[in-house]
């Protein structure tokens, strides 16, 4: 077994932390996209106003789904969509590091959320197209923000005078991200570009 990763099974309740936040509001995400309007007759102006929100947010979901295919030029070779998804991942990933990993948990679980339940309105084919790459890609980026949750926690107990190793910590967490995430972005990227691209076509027509 590897030192890399040892270490990420090591830290295996951080990522199930991150997993946990992501999974909840990715809930959160779809129940704001559901929300539906109040049926009392005898609160029409609050049931209006409720519909209305329902509305505003159901085209949020719609454009965060045309803003992420929009990420990638219609004319860019499969090369140029694979390389643009990759740094898009590594940033993301990256920023879950530096950041703690809670932010960017939340971020993307109410995103996808809301991508989630547009899609399904539309059709479970929709949903089913995004699953082959969408696993590998959250999966290597909950890790990234496993490693964050770590770091900072590792921060928080030095400044209780605790004897940490923060250094080394940083060092063995950068060379388990570059060894096991950043090869699964990759190959997240070209099932997105060759296989996810090809369902959705099987699937939509």
């Known amino acids: 077994m590897s030192k890399n990763f ?10 199930l932390l991150a997993a946990a936040i ?3 509001f990715t809930i959160v995400g779809a129940k704001i996209s559901y929300q539906e309007p109040g049926k009392s007759k ?6 209006k106003d ?6 505003n947010v159901s085209e949020q979901s719609k454009y965060v789904a045309k803003d992420i295919s929009s990420i990638i030029p219609k004319s860019a070779s499969k090369l140029d969509q ?16 530096i950041g703690a990993g809670i932010p960017i948990m939340v971020y993307d679980g109410l995103t996808f959320g809301m991508i989630f339940s547009f899609m399904g309105s539309h059709g479970y084919a929709y949903l089913l197209g995004i699953v082959p790459h969408f696993i590998i890609e959250m999966s290597a980026i909950i890790i990234g923000s496993g490693i ?3 770091f900072f926690h590792l921060i928080y107990m030095s400044l209780g005078n605790k004897q ?4 080394s910590e940083l060092i063995t967490g950068l060379s388990a991200y570059v060894r096991w995430v950043v090869p699964m972005i990759i190959v997240a990227a070209l099932t997105e ?5 090809s369902l959705f076509k099987m699937l939509t027509n």
């Open 6 to 15: 040892e270490y990420i099974v090591s830290i295996k309740k951080y990522i």
């Open 22 to 24: 992501f999974i909840l």
């Open 42 to 47: 005898d609160t029409s102006e609050k049931s």
């Open 50 to 55: 409720i519909s209305e929100k329902s509305k």
């Open 82 to 97: 694979i390389s643009i998804i990759i740094r898009n991942n590594i940033v993301n990933s990256l920023l879950a590091i």
């Open 148 to 150: 964050g949750i770590r």
């Open 164 to 167: 940490v190793e923060i250094k």
């Open 193 to 197: 570009v060759f296989v996810t691209q």
